[in-house]
RNA sequence: GGCCCCGUCGUCUAGCGGUCUAGGACAUCGGCCUUUCACGCCGGUAACACGGGUUCGAUUCCCGUCGGGGUCACCA
């Protein structure tokens, strides 16, 4: 038998964190055994742009490498797969379950079903609907329909016994049949609810396992009754723990997102997601741009591979020490039998982490390829001809392990702008060219060592300063701070030989003269103002 | 409230009766390395919710308490 999955999202315009997580356990079990992942769209309920809200769904499974088998964009042998346009499958099936007795017609208007119910509560009494509104005749149900009532369709549900079933998770469950309501399978205009469409769709698309989150627990008795009244075998179940907000073991709501950017975790996230935004033109509002929803994750460069191999681990867990997963890694290792049973609650630092160690492994060239787009993006540079890509190659691997993910180049600005554009930071200035008396001096020298130098590779620099170094009895010290402050503008960065190299002689040239004049003007008390 | 689920460091987790003075990872705190930053390396702080059983022996099994959570729609 092959596996073969499924992950139901409903078109709701975005997807978040937990979702991604239920259809990566998914989707590793139908690749771990040749089987199919499908994705079926949950539109019963649904409003009117189904295309629109759906799009960064699957723009987010495409990004993150999760492809499906069967579903919207690639259609199927069991298309459509779209549960709006299915309603007459599913009425199909309510007529058989209608025939066979396990469900009926229901006359009572929601009122007088309401009453029964109200009352029971009240009487703290386990609620049994009367089914007095269930017709025992035609006569009786031509009379009714004559009157104008109309029809919802409840599933008859048994009051005595348990229903039993396993789950790959949980172990064995059962649950008193008598705690169940009628529940209405479908309404008086014929369209059909989620308990009877997702059943019918596990049928009809051959699901094996059905993976999903613990809130879907609770509908399991009812969806088994229907697999039964339907002489369907039932698929293997699996009840996955929810995810929980950061911080907290509330199950991560879509509707509190905003709230979630008050943990200080959370939030260091976000403002460093912020900046790159900023940087690209993103719009960002705290529902549309939020560390909980897989867009942020794509627009700031997280590596996709980073995320699924954090969401793994959310839940399940090989061993007590391997933590780091290739994509055939998890698809090798994975296996219900090892998740987790309790919540975890979403920490946005180790997912950081584990985007660091996954870009740590990307070559050179590789990590290029990423950036690129993003200083493209920013307007930073312009076509990727081989002098573009050998000067962004050169920034590249000069940052090395300080990118974790592709938006961080955009903290690298300096080294994307005219010379005569290059801010320097107030505070470095002052304590690097401005306080040490002999900086000016030390840098003008200095200059006259980089128009002369016959080597300008990190080796040739390296002694270059040297000499320099020689020459006026300095400590490197004294000018390399002066120096990175006056190339770059800021106090810190990478390698000082690399930050010469990577912008050539003639703009260090150029970024030392211009700097030299900002001392003078500010050593000048008829200065700036 | 009914039903159901869960409970090991701050967080993710290992542990399926003795190997546990409870292991790993992230975070955090020291130190080293170093021309800044980062990386890296070394080390530290930090947990079995509580109470009863069962047992020669419980983190591990059972019961209870407490705590947390989910779910109770003509939503999905």
Redesign the pocket.
Known sequence: MTIRTRF?P?PTGYLHIGGVRTALYNWLLARQSGGQFILRI????AQRNVAAALAPILAGFRWLGLDWDEGPEVGGPHAPYY?SERGDIYRRYVQRLLDSGAAYR?Y???EE?QAE?TAAEQA?Q?FWYSRRWMATSPEQEAGWIAEGRTA?VRLKMPREGRCEFTDLV??D?A??WA?E?D??IQ??DGSC???L??VVDDIELEITHVVRS??????TPRQVFIFQALDAPLPHFAHL??V?EP?????L?KRKIAGYLKNL?FKRLYESGLAIAAHLGVETTPESFNPVLIEFYQTVGYLPEAILNYLL?????L???T?YFTIDDMVRSFSLE?V????????P??L??FA?QHM?ALSVDQRCALVLPFLQRAGWIRGDGAEIRDQVRQVVAAI???LVVAGDILNYREFFMPDTDLPLDPAAFQKRLVQPADAAHLLSEFKKFVVAAPDFSPAGL?SLLQSFCDQFQIQ??QI??AL?VALTGK???????DTLGVLGRERCVNRIDLALQKIATAASPAGEH
């Open positions: 139901a409903s949950d539109d019963t309920d549960q229901d009572s208007n929601s079903y119910r703290k386990p919802v949980r172990g469950m649950f008193d705690l309501p529940h209405v309404r008086a609810l989620y308990n469409a997702s613990i809130e879907h627990l609770s509908n723990p929810y929980a911080g907290s073991q509330n199950k709501s975790d681990l959310l839940g399940w867990s061993d007590d020490k933590e090892r987790i049973k309790s919540p975890a609650s979403f920490d630092q180790k950081t982490a660091g740590a090395d392990q300080r390296e490197p010290n390399i701070h990175r106090s810190t960065g990478f390698g000082i030989f």
